[in-house]
């Protein structure tokens, strides 16, 4: 009997495969950051972590592969899961995926734990703390050798990350070379993307806040207060 391909298999094959993959992306990254730091140090750690930061990415080209096939969508798969074809290739964002494997689990489980707006700044802040230590991991390898640079140690690195995402650039530590300015510009579009997010939803939650409050005193106003024209027992002026 012929199983077609379409939606179910694809929620069935990724359910399989959120629990794998959850561990795969950090696992990428401290690989990832193992080949960077150690550098040229110890050649014995950088092989180990170059081979499986090639296994774990043949596993995200696979996944990829599988769920391109069961969709049944063919090209449309490329464009309705953008942020899966940008994430394959470049599979450093591949740990931005962690957030949407959590919120996966925890929607199985049942109701989260934390509010639509403790969600939101949560996952913003987790976004903004990998997207900051895989941009000073992925600019320290370009510029640390090139000449004329200023980042040259994990610290320069880390430091210049966070003024760019926070879009402070204090520039007494700057990428030189067109990579590391390109992931200069992809940092700071980010940053400024995930400060407008967090903005909002404290904003959305200050002002439901502020209107429950409004509609817990509306009942209590004008009722028996002294000297209101509609207080029980005072007659009505008319002219």
Excluded at 40 to 69: C, K, N, S
Excluded at 93 to 99: A, E, G, K, S, Y
Excluded at 143 to 157: K, Y
Aim: hydrophobic fraction near 45%; charge should be positive; charged fraction near 15%.
């Amino acid at each position: 009997m012929h199983v077609r391909n379409g939606p179910a298999r694809q929620r069935a094959w990724e359910r399989r495969l959120e629990l794998p993959l959850l561990i795969a992306s950090p696992l990428f990254l401290a690989c990832y950051a193992v080949l960077v730091l150690v550098h040229r140090a110890d050649p014995v750690w950088h092989d180990v972590a170059l081979a499986w930061l090639l296994l774990i990415w043949t596993l995200f080209t696979v996944d990829y592969g599988v769920r391109l096939l069961l969709s049944g969508q063919g090209p449309r798969f490329v464009r309705t899961h953008w942020l899966d074809t940008i994430v394959l290739v470049l599979p450093l964002l591949r740990p931005l995926r962690i957030v949407n494997t959590y919120v996966a689990l925890q929607r199985r489980r049942g109701r989260p734990r934390l509010s639509l707006y403790g969600r939101v700044m949560a996952y913003a802040g987790v976004t903004a703390a990998l997207l900051t230590f895989a941009a000073a991991l992925a600019v320290l390898q370009q510029e640390r050798d090139a000449p004329g640079a200023t980042i040259r140690t994990f610290g320069d690195s880390v430091w210049w990350a966070c003024s760019a995402i926070t879009t402070v650039g204090y520039g007494d530590v700057t990428p030189v070379t067109p990579w590391g300015r390109t992931c200069a510009v992809a940092l700071m579009i980010c940053g400024l993307a995930l400060l407008g997010a967090v903005t909002g939803s404290f904003s959305s939650w200050l002002i439901q806040v502020f209107d429950r409050e409004d509609q817990e005193r509306a009942p209590d106003t004008g009722k028996g207060s002294p000297g209101s024209e509609n207080s029980p027992g005072t007659p009505s002026r008319r002219p």
